[in-house]
């Protein structure tokens, strides 16, 4: 067991699933979804409602919900269970058939803080996985809960890699590696810190206007109670909660830091400078371009500037960024115990989850470029990246002199 906890999980490229026994320990994991209604009483939930259409056309983004509600899971799981609630539940105006909801990205530590026994029963260093596997008090650590079909459109995480412990329901996670963003069209709208979306909806792709889509290499896995996946650094990952208990798709995951992700940050810095400074000037068109829970991120240009300036720097101390290898089989490198690599599947495996309704024309509503096309481009990452290392040459020539 002790050469298990010295494994370097940073160094896995690929998914990975665990089928770990002790995730099975934890307190939280043996709640019912009683227990979990009576110990989490005082709190309140932010839910978003979304529509349940199949074949959705475009991907239905955080920030474009139907509504916005708080509740308690008692409410939840009652709108969940009961034929109809009554008209003080906040989910009364939302059929469960015709909508899901999603309480998604909260931080342990801001949701749970007045319940310590919710907070203290995930325990991550009980898995031995690794040394540093730890987040006593839920600063890196956030819950979700959500229904059947509520879904995270695909992202990916600009720093760390990511544990998730499957607790109550199945999510089914499709991830691409790195090297498939040619094929996923990046997006910095919505602007969410750190996430990077693709603009392709996988419920049901349109192939006209992502018709690079079809080249990618998609790995599925399901994620079961029980189950922890580990979602290696900048894969992108697409996640639906395919089944539930009980009205609940309950996982917590945990975002672990890597070295010296200088270039990442720096990336991050100049993304907030032009948000802050071009956002504000079509502010008309721009009221759906960021995440909520993000609003308060966003610094002024005179702070992300300074930021700039900083990690710039360390960028050109470090000679090239971010040293982290990429999408590389791992040399040496045994593969922990119960533990399994995702397997790579194809487009039609997605389709024959999804049952894709081949979309022939273009959702493109105008063909006249608007101003979000412009700032779509200006914020893409490939474009970022070369602002950034022409940035760190520029440092790495004044600190010759
Ligand atoms: O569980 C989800 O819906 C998404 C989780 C996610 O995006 C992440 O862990 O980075």
């Not at 056309?57 to 308690?72: D, F, I, M, R, S």
């Not at 070295?259 to 100049?270: A, F, L």
């Not at 993000?294 to 300036?309: G, V, W």
């Amino acid at each position: 067991m002790a050469s298990q906890l010295n494994v370097d999980l940073s160094a896995y490229h690929f998914p990975i699933v665990f089928k770990n026994e002790k995730l099975r320990q934890w307190p939280c994991f043996k709640w019912s979804i009683n227990d979990w209604i009576t110990k989490c009483r005082r709190i309140k939930f932010p839910f978003r409602i979304h529509s349940i259409e199949k074949n959705q056309k475009v991907v239905q983004w955080e920030n474009e919900a139907v509504a916005y509600l708080e509740a308690t899971l008692d409410q939840f799981v009652e709108w969940q269970n009961l034929e109809s609630v009554s008209e003080n539940n906040p989910f009364y105006k939302f059929p469960k058939s015709e909508f899901w909801s999603y309480s998604s990205y909260n931080y342990m530590k801001d949701i749970f803080k007045t319940e310590q026994e919710v907070l203290q029963s995930v325990k991550w260093s009980d898995l031995k996985l690794s040394n540093d596997l730890a987040d006593p008090d839920g600063r890196r650590t956030t819950f979700w809960i959500g229904t059947k079909y509520a879904y995270t459109p695909c992202h990916y995480d600009t720093y760390d890699y990511n544990i998730v412990a499957q607790i109550k329901g199945k999510k089914l996670w499709i991830l691409f590696p790195e090297d498939d963003a040619k094929f996923l069209y990046p997006t910095r709208i919505p602007y969410e810190e750190s996430s990077i979306f693709s603009s392709v909806n996988i419920l049901n792709p349109n192939f006209i206007e992502h018709d690079q889509f079809k080249n990618s290499h998609p790995y599925i896995v399901l994620l079961e109670p029980g189950d922890l996946l580990l979602v290696p650094h900048h894969w992108w990952h697409f996640v639906y909660c395919i089944d539930d208990d009980n009205g609940c798709c309950i996982s917590v995951n945990l975002w672990q830091p890597i070295d010296r992700q200088y270039h990442s940050i720096t990336c991050e810095s100049m993304i907030s400078l032009l948000t802050s400074a071009l956002f504000s000037h079509f502010e008309s068109e721009s009221v759906n371009w960021i995440n909520d829970k993000h609003k308060h991120q966003l610094c002024t240009p005179e702070e992300a500037m300074k930021y700039i300036i900083v990690w710039a720097e360390k960028c050109a101390q470090e000679n090239n960024g971010d040293v982290y290898e990429k999408n590389c089989v791992p040399e040496n490198i045994e593969l922990p115990k119960n533990a399994i690599y995702v397997s790579e599947k194809t487009l039609e495996d997605i389709n024959q989850i999804f049952k894709w309704k081949s979309t022939l024309t273009s959702e493109m509503t105008s063909s006249q470029i608007a101003a979000k096309d412009v700032i779509d481009c200006i914020l893409h990452p490939e474009v970022i990246t070369l602002i950034v290392n022409k940035l760190v040459s520029t440092q790495k020539r004044k600190g010759c002199k």
